[in-house]
C-alpha cells in the first residue's frame, strides 16, 4: 500500500494527474471511493481485493472531467469497463493514468490505452462463482418458477435507480426512463414498470456490459441485477463470439451481423 | 404511560394472537439476499430478532412506495366517476421497528398532517400502531445520540420493548397501545419503572443539535459540499431509504377512458427532480442536489415544522454505493 | 374526514381561443354546480388531463368575472400536449386554488406598474382585470408587455381594448426583428421600452413576470426609478406537482413556491438561496 | 368470459415484405382467423423490443413478429439486426421466466400469402389453447395495496 501512496503523490507533483479517485476508509472502516487534489492527501489511499466499487462511473461527472487528467486506481473489472468505453468512443477526451495491484501484488501504472488493453487481457476477470452458480440453478429452473422467482425480486424495487447510477455503461444524457412522450417505463415503482425498467437496462446493456456486478452488489433492496447481464452476456457469447471489454476495436454485437447467425426460433 | 414486563417466550403468543385478530402485522424479515425488510408476516417465526437495522425503513406502511390516490372511470353522462379506497385500509401492527424509526414517524405526522393535512397518510396512520424494539446493538453508522435521540427513545412510539434478559420491559405511550395490550392483557404483569441503561447499545455522540442548529445557518456557501458530493451518483436509495423522506411524484396510469392516479416516492437527488419543461434546472449539478438535501434535514425543516428531520438511522449511509456519510458531512460543511 | 386535496374538479371546455402559435386559451366552466370555486387573482391551479397527468399554471380570468375561469398554456410537456388535443366539451381535472393572491387591497390608491413578457401576461391579465373592474380605487396603471414576434402575443383583442381606454397606458413591443409590416408600435425588448419611458415610483407599486432574462433585466431599471425592493412582485416558475406544500418539488430554500408563493416581493425572493 | 376464448394476437409486420404478403392473402381470398391485429413497420430492424411489452400490458394474448428473408430487406440489413436482437430479446425473456413461446417469429415474403394465412392460424390456435396472458397484467401490487388487492382488508 505504502508504494501506491508514494507513486500516487508523485503523480500528483508532477502534475501528469490533478484528480486522483482512489479508494480510502471511512469511519466505519468500510472501503469508499475518494477524490484527491494534493499530493499530501495522497497517504489516505488503500487497496485491496475488497475495493469492489467500478469507480470509472465518475469518469462521466461533470465535476471529475473538468480536471481533465485524471488518475484511476482501479481493480481488472473496472480497467476492463474503462476498456470497453474507449471502444464506445467515450473518455477520449481525458488523459487517463491508471494505478493497479495485479495478482502477485506488485504495482502497476498504466499510461495508455494500450498499456491498458495489454494488461486487461492478460489479467482478462472471469465469471465469479458464486454468480455462476446462481445463474446455473436459475437456467436449472422450470419457466414458471424463474417466473415466480423474478416477480419475487423485483416486487423488492424501490426504482432508485441505484443500478443504472453506478452503471459505467449507463451514461445516456436523457434514458428511457425519463422519457414521457411516450411514457415507455412508468415512473412509479410497480412490479409491471419494474419488470420492463429491468428487461429494458438488461437489452440495452447486452454485448456491452463487463460483469462488473456492482449493480447486483450495492442494490439497497437486494435484487440480483447483474444475473441478468451476466446471462446475456454469456449466451452472445456463445452465440456471436467475442467479449466485451477485450479490446479497443471493441465491437458492439448487436449493431453488427453474420449471415450464418441463429435462426433456429424464426419459422 | 403504564409499564408493563412479559416473558420473552409470550411475545410469539402475543404477535401470533394480534396475527389471530385479523391485524396486519408487518415485522422484519430475512431476505436471502441477507438484508432485512419489513414484510407482512402470517406468523411470528418469520420474525427475524438477529439485526442492527432494516435496509428500508417502515414508512412504506403510512407512505407506501406506490399509493392509488383515486381510479377514475368514464360513466355514460360524460363525466367521471373518481373514486379514492381510503376506506379499505387495515388495521396494521409495525412489529419490532427501531426507536429512530418511529422518531421518524413522529417526524411524517408532524409534516403530513400540521398543514394541509393529507387525508391518505392520515387514514393509513390511525390505522398503523407501532411496536417499537429498543436497540441492544448498533453499527459505525447509527448516530441517533447526535440527533436529540437515543438507543432506549420513547419518541413516535405506541409501545416501547427492551429486551432484558429473558423478558421484556413494556412501556406503553399511547391509548392505540393500551388497545393491544389489552386485547391479550393476561401476557403481561405490571412492575414499576426499570433502568434501561444496561441493556441499551451506546452509538458515538458526534456533534450536538444545538451546535449544528446555529452553524448551518451559513452553511449555504460552504467550499466543502463540492467535495462532500463528489462521490454522489445522483440516484435515490438514500431517500428511499430513510424514514422521514416526503417527496413524492403524481403519475396517471391508464387510458383517457379509464385509469388511476398514484403517488410515488420522488427523490430530490435525482437529476430530473426539478426540471422544467423548458429544460432550466434550478439544482442542476449534483453538488446541488446534496446541498438541498442536507440542508431540508438539518436547516429548512427547522425553520418550517420545528424540528430536525433526521433521526440518525444511518440507512442513507450504509445503503449508499460510495456510503457518502451524512453526519460526515454536515460537520464539514459547519466547521 | 378533512377534505381530499387530491381529487380534482371536473370542469368542462366551454370555450377555446388559439392565441398564439402552441398558446391556447381554455374558458372552463364547473360541472358540478355545488362546487362554488372562489379564488383571489395571483393563485393558480392543476390542470390534469386523465391518463397524462397535471400541469401547473395560474387561474388567468379575473376572480370578479363569476361562473368561470380561464387558463392560458403552451403546449411543451406531456399534459399541456394532451390538453392542447382536448375539444370544446371535453371535462378535464382541476385542483386548486393553490397558493398566496396578489395583495391587491393593500394597493388601493397606488399607481400600479405591470411588465410582463411572452407567456407572463396570463397570470397578470388575471390582476390587471382585478384591477379595471375596479378602476377608480387605483391611480395611473401602465403595462409593459412585449412578445419576440407580433404572433406571439396574446389576448390581441383585450391588449386592442386596453390601448383604447384613456385610463390605461400600454407600452406594447415586439423584439428586434419580430415585427411586420404594418406594427406601429415599438420594436425592443421590453427593458428597453421601459428606460424609454420610464415609470414615476411615487407611491407606486410594479408587479413583474414572465421569463427569467426579463426579469432580472427589468429589476435594475425599476432600482434606478427608485423602487424599493417590497414594492416589486413577482410570480416564481417552478415545478410543481401536489400544490400544496408537501411533495417537494417547487422548493426553493425552505420556502414552498406552491404554498408560501407564488406571488413574492422582490425583497423576498433576493433572500432566498439562488435556486430559482 | 365467452365460452370459446378468443387470443387478441397483435402482428408487428414489415410493411415492404409480411404487409404485402399479408394484401396478397386478401386479394386471394384465403381465410384466416380474424384475432390479428396488423401494425405496420418500415423494416422489422425498426421493431423495438419495448413495443412487445407494451403490447403484452395492454393486453395482447399472443405477438407474431415478421418481416423479410434474409437479403430480401429493402434496406439491406434491417432483418439481420433485427434477427440478433429478436435471439437476444428472447433468451432474455426465457431467463426471466416470461413465456416467450407466445411470440412468434417468422419471414414472409410478399409473395407467400398463404404462408402468412397459415401463420396466422397456427399462432392463434397455439394461444387459445394456451389461454389469455394475464401474468403480466396482475402484477401491479406494493406491499400494503397488497393486502387490500387480497381482500384481506375487506
Redesign the interface.
Known amino acids: 500500500m505504502k508504494e501506491l501512496q508514494i507513486k500516487a503523490a508523485e503523480l500528483l507533483e508532477n502534475g501528469t494527474v490533478n484528480l486522483l479517485i482512489g479508494f480510502c476508509e ?5 472501503l ?4 484527491i487534489e494534493t499530493a499530501a492527501e495522497a497517504n489516505i489511499l488503500v487497496f485491496n481485493q475488497e475495493c469492489k ?1 467500478n469507480l470509472s ?2 469518469l462521466h ?4 472531467k473538468d480536471a481533465v487528467k485524471i488518475g484511476l486506481v482501479a481493480n481488472v473489472a473496472t480497467l476492463r469497463s474503462v476498456l470497453q468505453l474507449l471502444s464506445e468512443n467515450q473518455l477520449w477526451s481525458l488523459t487517463l493514468t491508471y494505478l493497479t495491484v495485479n495478482g502477485a501484488g506488485e504495482l502497476v501504472v498504466l499510461r495508455s490505452a494500450e498499456e491498458l488493453e495489454a494488461y486487461v487481457q492478460a489479467n482478462f476477470p472471469t465469471c465469479r462463482p458464486e454468480d455462476q452458480e446462481m445463474l446455473d440453478k ?2 436449472a429452473m422450470s ?9 419475487d425480486q423485483l ?2 424495487c ?5 443500478c ?3 452503471c459505467p455503461m449507463c451514461y445516456c444524457t436523457v434514458c ?1 426512463t ?1 422519457c ?2 411516450p ?2 417505463i ?8 419494474n ?2 425498467y ?3 437496462r ?2 440495452h446493456l ?2 456491452r456490459c463487463i460483469n462488473c456486478g ?1 449493480c447486483g452488489r ?1 442494490c ?5 441485477v447483474h444475473l ?1 447481464t451476466a ?2 452476456n454469456q ?2 457469447e456463445q ?2 463470439g467475442g467479449k466485451t471489454g477485450w479490446s479497443l476495436k471493441g465491437g458492439y ?3 453488427t ?1 453474420k ?1 450464418g ?3 433456429n ?3 | 404511560m403504564e409499564l408493563k414486563l412479559i416473558s420473552s417466550s409470550d411475545i410469539a403468543v402475543f404477535v401470533d394472537g394480534l396475527l389471530k385478530a385479523g391485524k396486519v402485522v408487518v415485522a422484519p424479515v430475512l ?5 432485512v ?1 419489513f414484510k407482512p408476516v402470517q406468523s411470528f417465526a418469520e420474525v427475524a430478532t438477529d439485526y442492527i437495522q432494516t ?2 425503513s417502515a414508512k412504506e406502511v403510512v407512505f407506501p ?2 399509493e392509488e390516490l383515486f381510479t377514475y372511470q368514464h360513466n355514460e353522462e360524460g363525466g367521471l366517476d373518481i373514486k379514492d379506497h381510503l376506506d379499505r385500509i387495515p388495521e396494521t401492527v409495525v412489529w419490532g421497528l427501531r426507536p429512530c424509526d418511529a422518531a421518524g414517524f413522529d417526524y411524517l405526522n408532524k409534516f403530513f398532517l400540521q398543514e394541509n393535512p393529507d387525508a391518505y397518510f392520515k387514514a393509513r396512520y390511525d390505522k398503523t400502531t407501532l411496536v417499537t424494539m429498543s436497540c441492544n446493538k448498533c ?3 447509527c448516530f441517533c445520540t447526535s440527533v436529540d435521540s437515543h438507543p432506549g427513545d420513547t419518541k413516535g412510539s405506541d409501545i416501547l420493548l427492551t429486551a432484558m434478559d429473558d423478558k421484556f420491559y413494556v412501556e406503553v405511550m399511547t391509548e392505540k397501545g393500551n388497545i393491544l395490550i389489552n386485547s391479550n392483557s393476561a401476557l403481561f404483569t405490571s412492575t414499576d419503572t426499570l433502568s434501561k441503561e444496561a441493556f441499551l447499545a451506546k452509538p458515538l455522540t458526534h456533534f450536538s443539535m444545538d451546535e449544528i442548529k446555529d452553524k448551518i445557518q451559513n452553511a449555504y456557501a460552504s467550499v466543502e459540499w ?2 462532500a458530493s ?2 454522489c ?5 438514500c ?3 430513510c424514514p422521514t423522506c416526503t417527496c413524492f ?1 403524481i ?1 396517471d ?1 391508464g387510458t383517457q377512458d379509464h385509469g388511476k392516479r ?1 403517488r ?2 420522488d ?1 430530490c437527488g ?1 437529476s ?1 427532480f426539478t426540471k422544467h419543461s423548458s429544460g432550466h434546472n434550478p439544482r442542476n ?3 446541488e442536489r446534496r446541498r438541498q438535501r442536507l440542508m431540508h434535514k438539518f436547516k429548512y425543516s427547522v425553520e418550517n415544522l420545528g424540528v430536525v428531520s433526521c433521526v440518525g438511522c444511518g440507512r442513507c ?1 450504509r ?1 449508499c ?5 451524512i453526519f ?1 458531512n454536515i460537520q464539514s460543511v459547519t466547521k | 374526514m378533512d377534505t381530499n386535496q387530491y381529487i380534482p374538479y371536473q370542469v368542462r371546455i366551454a370555450d377555446i381561443i388559439d392565441e398564439a402559435p402552441l398558446v391556447r386559451t381554455y374558458k372552463l366552466e364547473f360541472t358540478d354546480p355545488s362546487a362554488n370555486f372562489t379564488f383571489k387573482a395571483g393563485q393558480f391551479a392543476e390542470y390534469g388531463v386523465f391518463g397524462e397527468g397535471e400541469s401547473t399554471f395560474c387561474i388567468a380570468s379575473s376572480p370578479t368575472r363569476e361562473g368561470y375561469i380561464e387558463c392560458t398554456f403552451r403546449s411543451s ?2 399534459v399541456t ?1 394532451a390538453l392542447s388535443n382536448c375539444e370544446i366539451n371535453d371535462i378535464i381535472g382541476l385542483r386548486g386554488p393553490f397558493g398566496k393572491p396578489f395583495p391587491i387591497e393593500e394597493w388601493y390608491g397606488k399607481d400600479i406598474v405591470f411588465i410582463t413578457g411572452g407567456i407572463g401576461l396570463p397570470p397578470l391579465r388575471c390582476v390587471i382585470w382585478n384591477v379595471l373592474d375596479q378602476r377608480e380605487k387605483f391611480g395611473k396603471v401602465s403595462i409593459y408587455y412585449g412578445a419576440r414576434t407580433v404572433a406571439d402575443l396574446v389576448y390581441k383583442e383585450e391588449l386592442e381594448n386596453w390601448k383604447n381606454r384613456p385610463d390605461v397606458d400600454l407600452f406594447l413591443t415586439v423584439d428586434p426583428g419580430g415585427e411586420t409590416k404594418d406594427w406601429k408600435d415599438n420594436v425592443g425588448f421590453v427593458p428597453t421600452i421601459i428606460e424609454q419611458n420610464l415609470p414615476s415610483s411615487k407611491n407606486a407599486i410594479a408587479i413583474v413576470a414572465g421569463p427569467p432574462i426579463l426579469i432580472k433585466m427589468s429589476m435594475p431599471i425599476l432600482a434606478k426609478c427608485g423602487f424599493a425592493n417590497d414594492k416589486i412582485f413577482t410570480t416564481l416558475e417552478n415545478r410543481m406537482k401536489c400544490g400544496v406544500g408537501k411533495c417537494g418539488h417547487c422548493t426553493v430554500g425552505k420556502t414552498y413556491v406552491c404554498k408560501d408563493g407564488p406571488v413574492f416581493t422582490y425583497e423576498e425572493v433576493l433572500q432566498m438561496p439562488q435556486e430559482y | 368470459m365467452a365460452e370459446t376464448f378468443e387470443p387478441k394476437i397483435v402482428a408487428f409486420v414489415c410493411n415492404w415484405c409480411t404487409y404485402a404478403g399479408a394484401d396478397l392473402a386478401g386479394t386471394s381470398r384465403t381465410k384466416y382467423e380474424t384475432n390479428v391485429r396488423i401494425i405496420r413497420f418500415p423494416c422489422t430492424g425498426r421493431i423495438d ?2 413495443l412487445l ?2 403490447a403484452f ?1 395492454n393486453g395482447a394474448d399472443g405477438i407474431i413478429v415478421s418481416g423479410c428473408h ?1 437479403n430480401d430487406c429493402h434496406y439491406t ?1 434491417g432483418n ?2 433485427a ?17 416467450s413461446d407466445r411470440i ?4 414472409v415474403s410478399a409473395a407467400e400469402g398463404k404462408k402468412w394465412a397459415e ?1 396466422v392460424n397456427e399462432t392463434t390456435d397455439s394461444i387459445r389453447s394456451k389461454g389469455p396472458f394475464t ?3 396482475t ?4 406491499l400494503l395495496t397488497q393486502l387490500e388487492n387480497e381482500g384481506i382488508a375487506d
Open positions: 471511512d469511519l466505519g472502516k468500510r469508499v471511493p475518494c477524490f466499487n462511473v465518475y461527472k461533470k465535476e471529475v436459475l437456467n419457466r414458471e418458477e424463474r417466473w415466480a422467482f423474478w416477480k416486487s423488492e424501490v426504482k432508485c435507480y441505484a443504472r447510477a453506478v428511457t425519463e414521457n412522450q411514457q415507455w412508468k415512473t412509479s415503482a410497480q412490479t409491471s414498470g419488470f420492463e429491468h428487461t429494458m438488461a437489452m447486452a454485448g456492482e450495492i439497497p433492496a437486494g435484487i440480483p441478468l446471462q446475456m449466451e452472445m452465440e456471436f454485437a448487436m449493431n451481423f449471415p447467425d441463429k435462426e426460433f424464426i419459422k | 431476505k436471502q439476499s441477507g438484508k425488510f435496509a428500508f412506495k406506490v453499527d459505525a453508522s463540492k467535495q463528489m462521490g451518483f445522483s440516484c435515490g436509495a431517500a428511499f431509504a411524484d403519475q396510469e398514484v410515488c416516492w427523490a435525482l430530473q449539478t449534483q453538488t449511509i445503503v454505493p460510495s456510503h457518502l456519510n460526515e | 410537456g406531456r400536449k | 423490443f419495448m411489452i407494451k400490458q434474409p440489413s439481420f439486426h434477427r440478433r436482437r429478436w435471439m437476444v430479446f428472447k433468451s432474455l425473456l426465457d431467463f426471466m421466466g416470461f413465456p412468434t417469429f417468422s419471414w401463420l401474468d403480466y397484467r402484477l401491479d401490487y406494493t
